[in-house]
């Protein structure tokens, strides 16, 4: 059985940084995961996506060069730099099933996994 579990999440200034960490347990898939995040009122958007065999990385445009998306084994990993407060939102780490390499889909409903969300809460 596949357990997505973030951790990470917490209260910063803007120009802060914070690391979310998301524990896969039971999953073995090459394939496509990532972070996505949801802002009161607003729709879930994709933040950083990667497929865990290699290839391109994709970024939201509001946050290249300010985040960072790792893997290390079973751990996915949100490098946050230069936060600002419109980055503040619930994060969801997300995985997919099987999936060979290629382009990973950047809605949310293309994916299984899901973790149960980290608050990330930014200040001017």
């Known amino acids: 059985q596949v357990q997505l579990v973030e951790s990470g999440g917490g209260s910063v200034q803007a120009g802060g940084s914070l690391r979310l960490s998301c524990g896969a347990s039971?999953?073995?898939?090459?394939?496509?995961m990532g972070w996505f995040r949801q802002a009161p009122g607003k729709e879930r958007e994709a933040v950083a996506l990667?497929?865990?065999?290699?290839?391109t990385i994709y970024y939201h445009e509001s946050v290249q060069g300010r985040f960072t998306i790792s893997q290390d084994m079973l751990t996915l990993y949100l490098q946050l730099n230069s936060l600002k407060p419109e980055d503040t939102a619930m994060y969801y780490c997300?995985?997919?099933?099987?999936?060979?390499?290629?382009?990973?889909?950047?809605?949310?409903?293309?994916?299984?996994?899901w973790g149960q969300g980290t608050q990330v809460t930014v200040s001017s």
């Open positions: 990667m497929h865990t065999g290699g290839g």
């Open positions: 997300a995985a997919q099933g099987p999936r060979s390499r290629g382009t990973c889909p950047l809605s949310g409903y293309e994916y299984k996994y």
């Open positions: 039971g999953y073995t898939y090459s394939s496509c």
